[in-house]
């Protein structure tokens, strides 16, 4: 039974292929439209899941959207009438929504069929159900707390819900604008972080602040038995979008959302590229210190409903991997499992899970233990890529090929290693990923200079194989897909010094050879040589949607000045040896 997930017309567009309910292949359409972020009708991502499984789009029997425009309508309504400068905007909204709807025929003309060929089911998931979904049904749990939470979605911020076989109970919505994700926002882009997206990028600049503004920012946060609300005075209005555009031809935008009384309180807002003050970092420190208190709250209200050990986590804040980290010690739940797509692609897997399971009443057979699963490349296809891009390079056999990888990382350099099925979700997992040593000084500024282009304050992840993880982090719970910072031992800092933060934590990958057997050699191959498990792990990009076909990856290396390219059996060096 074929059925196709879609996130579309929101931020992330992706699409998702499950058969049986085993994901088949997923993809983001910013990986092959090279647009970050898209939220536009995702047509080359469902035209890569079916080609991918070799049918048509007249096979498919159900097509799953992340999205249903009529959920919590009550509520979004209520919203409009107290906000009337807010009522056109609301009406224009559930015109382009009522437009979007129409899968089939968005598939028709995609591929040109005649919409009466598709004999397919169409359902719509409420936003949150899908995040959910998208963690619990990968989980090989029969039983376990969900939570999922964002900026908004379908008119919510946060869900929670008892899972419990097929089953997702929803126990509580938080309805705009109260909303952590639009806190969170609104704090990165008052200190000049503007895009969507950034998120991320201040969760780093964090450690380095200090609590000055602490009691100042805890006011715009008040916390409900088991919720919370925004006092909305720091806030501009924001329409029940809660400030995320996507614009027509899919890009997306996010209005300012901080209010005058932020400027009053805090000073002038930082513009982007300028020097970041201490009161930046004082403020981003705040900002991830309420965050966090927010969601353990939430969390161990959640516990006291649902009782036991499993965390079932999504939603674009779910990638906030240091309050990931913490929960362990701050909550009764032991283990996690987060869908590595943890943000708005993932509605896709969700979606398409949910149908299966909730709707078609299918049994739970299958379990994601791997986020491999977009599109890969034959040797033929890269060296054909190779000799059009007039690179040198020479072709090695398997052990070959990790001795001359991990000679090159022990030397210091810098390796576009690009491998197997594109991962999904926004972290590079092995297969599309930049590789050094993590020892090495000078290796942070060595990367930024040649190639990322990061900001100074943001760290690089370690990727450790799975058994090492005790010996050098502080907490054993693994982190398979880069979703957890746990703080290193004192012993190791030192070893690892080029992804040490500055409070002393890694945002870990935990690599098994079950889940990548390739990856895990090289780690393995790298360690006999250094006593080191564990190397550096960037992704394989420069300011652009992470590399998805050979022909990008090579481009990337030529342009950039990384030492080495491996791809697939071929290791190209920039001097040509
Ligand atoms: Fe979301």
């Known amino acids: ?129 899908a995040h959910i979904a998208s963690s619990y049904y990968c989980s090989p749990w029969e039983k376990a707390a969900g939570f999922s939470y964002d900026g908004s979605g379908d008119f919510v911020s946060t869900m929670t819900a008892r899972c419990e076989g097929n089953e997702i109970q929803v126990l509580d919505r938080v309805y705009l604008p ?136 999504a939603g674009g804040c779910a990638l906030n991997s240091v309050a990931n980290g913490k929960l362990f010690f701050r909550t009764p739940f032991r283990r996690t499992w987060i869908q590595p797509a943890a943000g708005d692609e993932g509605l896709a897997i969700g979606a398409a899970l949910h149908t299966y399971h909730a709707v078609l009443k299918q049994p739970r057979r299958e379990q994601m233990d791997h986020a491999y699963l977009g ?10 890529d190779l000799k059009s891009a007039g690179a040198k390079y020479q072709r090695f056999d398997r052990g070959p090929l990790l001795e001359t990888v991990s000679d090159e990382m022990v030397k210091g350099n810098v390796v576009g290693w690009f491998q197997g099925r594109m991962e999904w979700g926004p972290r590079a997992l092995g297969n599309r990923s930049i590789v050094t040593h993590p020892g090495l000084p000078n290796m942070k500024d060595v990367l930024n200079a040649r190639i990322k282009h990061r900001e100074w304050f943001r760290p690089f992840a370690p990727s450790i194989l799975a058994e090492a993880q005790p010996e050098y982090f502080e907490h054993d719970h693994p982190s398979p897909y880069m979703l957890h910072v746990y703080k290193i031992r004192p012993d190791k800092r030192k070893h690892l010094c080029a992804v040490n933060h500055v409070d002393d934590t890694g945002r870990l990958q935990t690599v098994t050879r079950e889940e990548n057997p390739l990856y895990y050699d090289l780690i393995q191959a790298f360690s006999r040589k250094t006593g080191l498990p564990v190397i550096l792990n960037t992704s394989f990009n420069e300011n652009e949607p992470i590399v998805c076909t050979p022909r990008e990856a090579i481009d990337c290396f030529q342009r950039t000045k990384m030492d080495a390219l491996a791809i697939g059996p071929f290791v190209a060096r920039k001097d040509g040896t």
């Open 1 to 129: 039974m074929l059925i196709l997930g879609l996130n579309m017309f929101h931020a992330d567009a992706s699409a998702a292929v499950v058969d049986n309910g085993k994901i088949l292949f997923a993809v983001a359409e910013e990986r092959l439209n090279r647009r970050k972020h898209f939220g536009g009708f995702p047509a080359l991502a469902v035209k890569a899941c079916l080609d991918a499984v070799g049918a048509k789009i007249t096979d498919v029997q159900h097509v799953a959207v992340g999205q249903d425009s009529d959920a919590n309508l009550a509520k979004k309504v209520q919203y409009a009438l107290a906000n009337p400068a807010k009522i056109l905007n609301f009406i224009k909204m559930r015109q382009r929504k009522e437009a979007m709807r129409g899968a089939r025929s968005l598939l028709a003309r995609a591929f040109d069929v005649d919409v009466r060929t598709l004999k397919f089911q169409e359902h719509h998931l409420e936003h949150h159900i």
């Open 178 to 313: 109260h909303s952590l994700g639009s806190f969170y926002t609104m704090i990165c882009e008052f200190i000049g972080y503007k895009k969507y997206g950034d998120e991320g990028k201040v969760m780093g600049l964090a450690p380095y602040g200090k609590d000055t503004y602490l009691d100042e920012i805890k006011k715009i946060l008040a916390l409900r038995n088991g919720s919370f609300q925004l006092n909305m005075s720091y806030f501009k209005p924001l329409g029940s979008n809660q400030g995320m555009q996507v614009l027509p031809d899919g890009t997306v935008r996010l209005a300012r959302h901080f209010s005058e009384k932020m400027e009053k309180l805090f000073g002038e807002p930082r513009e982007p590229y300028t020097e970041i003050t201490q009161r930046d970092m004082d403020l981003a420190y705040a900002m991830q210190h309420c965050f966090e208190e927010v969601f353990f709250h939430l969390l161990n209200d959640l516990h006291r409903r649902v009782p036991g050990e499993n965390l079932a986590l």
């Open 375 to 384: 599109p890969e490349f034959s040797e033929a296809q890269i060296e054909s």
